[in-house]
Nanobody, 115 residues
Framework: QVQLVESGGGLVQPGGSLRLSCAAS????????VGWYRQAPGEQRELVAT???????KYADSVKGRFTISRDNAKNTVYLQMSSLKPEDSAVYYC?????????WGQGTQVTVSS
């Protein structure tokens, strides 16, 4: 059974940091591209960061220099380190794994940046 389970979300003050984790199971994680997306209320889901199975990364302009995506293939886990958080980063964050026609999503974790 394929599963992507996110954790690490929560309430944080502006300027703070959070690390999201996404534990994968049920498929060959290491050959998949992985990514983080987010969706704020009333908005479309948007790309935050992706990493290929080679380790190449891509970031949304809005998070460059503040967020870092990483993966640990031995633990079948992808991470998103978020720093200098802003209120506009508040959203539900989703983990994604993709390989050709296989596209998997987690259930999402809420991140709220507020004082």
């Amino acid at each position: 059974q394929v599963q992507l389970v996110e954790s690490g979300g929560g309430l944080v003050q502006p300027g703070g940091s959070l690390r999201l984790s996404c534990a994968a199971s049920g498929f060959s994680f290491s050959i998949y591209a992985v990514g983080w997306y987010r969706q704020a209320p009333g908005e479309q889901r948007e790309l935050v960061a992706t990493m290929s199975h080679f380790g190449d990364t891509k970031y949304a302009d809005s998070v460059k220099g503040r967020f870092t995506i990483s993966r640990d293939n031995a633990k079948n886990t992808v991470y998103l380190q978020m720093s200098s958080l802003k209120p506009e980063d508040s959203a539900v964050y989703y983990c994604n794994a993709n390989f050709f026609n296989s596209d998997y999503w987690g259930q999402g974790t809420q991140v709220t940046v507020s004082s």
